[in-house]
């Protein structure tokens, strides 16, 4: 018949072809981020748990694993968390909330701030090369104000003027304030 029809056509086959072909990788590429998302998560979750039991005394203090326990916390946070929420960010096999694309400026300034904090615990453990200093401890004041159930104000506390138990402690309600605003519960 008309040749334009057929040329139509062709391009169409051609598209759905490639449609068909970029779902799958793109099927794939999600599954691979999700799996990196979850993966950096419990690196951090790990890390975390070390720093803890540091200043519980339940693990000697060692500047080196503090610094490498804080310095996995800063890899995972600001813009190497936020892009691997990019995109399409509920996925199959994810707890990542849809309300991460509608509220995205708060979902980053979460990961920006975990970074700060963590690198000013990076920084604590430079200034005390041999033991846990008693300057690193959070002192009766600091515990007023940075409780688990203190409202934190964004713009008052800075992590590099606290003592570093303060800032941990403030660093976890970080993780806890995003998981609780942009992590769905599990059934
Ligand atoms: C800016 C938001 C945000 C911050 C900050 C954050 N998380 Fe998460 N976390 C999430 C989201 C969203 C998920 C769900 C990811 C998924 O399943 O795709 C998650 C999942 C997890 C998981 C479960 C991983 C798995 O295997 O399913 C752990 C553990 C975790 N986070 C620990 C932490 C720790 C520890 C911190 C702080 C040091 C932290 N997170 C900071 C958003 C955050």
Redesign the pocket.
């Given at each position: 018949m008309c040749p334009k029809v057929v040329k139509w056509c062709g391009l169409i086959v051609a598209a759905i072809v490639a449609a068909g072909f970029s779902t799958t990788t793109a099927q794939r590429a999600e599954i691979d981020v999700?799996r990196q998302?979850?993966?950096d998560?419990?690196a951090?979750?790990a890390?975390?748990k070390n720093i803890d039991a540091m200043f519980k005394g339940t693990l000697p203090y060692d500047a080196k694993a503090f610094k490498a326990a804080t310095e996995t916390?800063r890899a995972h946070?600001g813009e190497k968390?936020?892009v691997l929420?990019e995109g399409s960010v509920t996925?199959e096999?994810?707890?990542?909330?849809a309300g991460?694309e509608a509220e995205r400026p708060k979902?980053?300034k979460?990961?920006a701030?975990?970074g700060t904090y963590?690198a000013a615990l990076s920084v604590a453990a430079d200034r005390n090369p041999d033991v846990l200093a008693l300057d690193m401890r959070m002192q009766g004041s600091d515990a007023k104000m940075g409780g688990p159930l203190a409202k934190r104000n964004p713009d008052v506390p800075d992590p590099k003027t606290m003592p570093a138990e303060h800032a941990f402690h403030l660093?976890?309600q970080?993780?806890t304030?995003?998981?609780a605003?942009?992590?769905v519960l599990a059934e």
């Open positions: 999700v998302r979850q993966q998560m419990k951090m979750a890390a975390a916390i946070s968390l936020s929420f996925a096999g994810s707890k990542a909330s991460i979902f980053d979460l990961a701030d975990l963590a660093m976890l970080i993780c304030s995003c998981h605003k942009f992590r």
